[in-house]
């Protein structure tokens, strides 16, 4: 099992940035294929975006290609999201979300460990 935790959500306008960050716990981080998942309010949690364990593979929603770019860090355990061109369609609280099982997921249920999330608003 590995620890998340979100950081660097906010408020920002319409058609700004943000990058959110998510640190894990343990020394076999690069054993976790890593994803980005959002629930917005009323609706149900979903993929936006996961990378490969060490080749980077990458892969995202079509909603947020050519917007959101995920990288990761595995020697500071770490994965990122970053958001341009921001809309007030991605206000969400989004998590990071740790897969140990073999391959890459773009689902949600594909996922085993889950961060507490954080919360990016985007005004109109």
């Known amino acids: 099992q590995v620890q998340l935790v979100e950081s660097g959500g906010g408020l920002v306008q319409a058609g700004g940035s943000l990058r959110l960050s998510c640190a894990a716990s343990?020394?076999?981080?690069?054993?976790?294929?890593m994803g980005w998942l959002r629930q917005a309010p009323g609706k149900e949690r979903e993929f936006v975006a996961a990378?490969?364990?060490?080749?980077?593979?990458?892969y995202y929603a079509d909603s947020v290609k050519g917007r959101f770019t995920i990288s990761r860090d595995n020697a500071n355990n770490k994965v990122y999201l970053q958001m341009i061109d921001l809309k007030p369609e991605d206000t969400a609280v989004y998590y990071c979300?740790?897969?140990?099982?073999?391959?890459?997921?773009?689902?949600?249920?594909?996922?085993?460990?889950w961060g507490q999330g954080t919360q990016v608003t985007v005004s109109s």
């Open positions: 979300a740790a897969r140990i099982r073999p391959g890459d997921s773009v689902g949600v249920v594909g996922y085993d460990d």
């Open positions: 990378i490969s364990r060490t080749r980077g593979n990458t």
């Open positions: 343990g020394r076999t981080f690069s054993r976790y294929s």
